[in-house]
């Protein structure tokens, strides 16, 4: 946090306004926040925001050969990050969104978005959770990372999460024991679609969902 104050907390059920205020106030300041998702709690920053995006990564002690991926609300928000889409890479977010499914794209050549060292490819995943998804409408996209200094667990809690990034974040946003550990499944569609990282969906999922999607042997 630029101004070093102590991190505000807030529960997402009892405190929902609050919490999305505060949220939204810090992003807009370029400062770091803690966000629920459906599977692990996440540190997230303005995606459009470069000294944003560093700052997560500084709070994480990561380099920026790990860039982080991007969240949206809406499935139809892909088209204006990626561009070269095919109607199966359409159709695996449509299947799968709001959920456990990440996928990484290549990148609008007009976007000016600055997290890392990318390439000129973007990851991309709509969160399965209401109130982060409100959060997104209000924000817009978000860079987010698990919740978590690198090399040590992901939090599953607030309190985890609190306790590995301090005031680094401004904002802490509680909604409870996340569900569980298995991240998202990330797939890779810059080209011939490939799994990078088997997670919560599995290739039958993906492939049962998209005929065709891994080719013949799917």
């Keep these: 946090m630029t101004d070093q104050q102590a991190p505000q907390r807030f529960d997402c059920a009892t405190q929902a306004d ?19 998702t459906d599977t692990v709690y996440g540190i997230g920053a303005n ?7 560093q700052g997560l990564l500084d709070a994480k002690q990561r380099g920026r050969d790990m860039p982080p991926p991007v969240l949206v609300a809406e499935t139809s928000m892909l088209r204006s ?8 890479g359409l159709a695996l977010a449509k299947a799968f969104w709001p959920g456990a499914l990440t996928v990484v794209v290549t990148a609008h050549p007009d976007l000016r978005l600055d997290l890392g060292d990318r390439g000129n490819t973007i990851a991309v995943r709509v969160p399965d959770h209401e109130f982060t998804r409100a959060l997104l409408r209000r924000t817009g996209p978000l860079a987010v990372s698990s919740a978590n200094v690198s090399g ?7 309190d985890e999460a609190l306790e590995q990034l301090g005031d680094s974040v401004a904002v802490y946003l509680d909604a409870g024991e996340a569900s569980g ?15 990078l990282r088997e997670g919560r969906l599995t290739r039958e999922q993906l492939a049962q969902a998209v005929p065709g999607l891994f080719g013949d042997d799917a």
């Design 181 to 195: 550990p298995v991240p998202s499944t990330i797939v890779d569609l810059t080209g011939e679609p490939r799994i």
């Design 18 to 36: 609050q919490a999305m205020d505060a949220a939204e106030q810090a992003v807009a300041a370029g400062a770091c926040i803690v966000l629920p």
């Design 81 to 88: 990050l990626a561009s070269g889409l095919t109607r199966e």
């Design 152 to 158: 040590r667990p992901a939090a599953h809690t607030v």
């Design 47 to 53: 995606a459009f925001d470069a000294a944003a995006v």
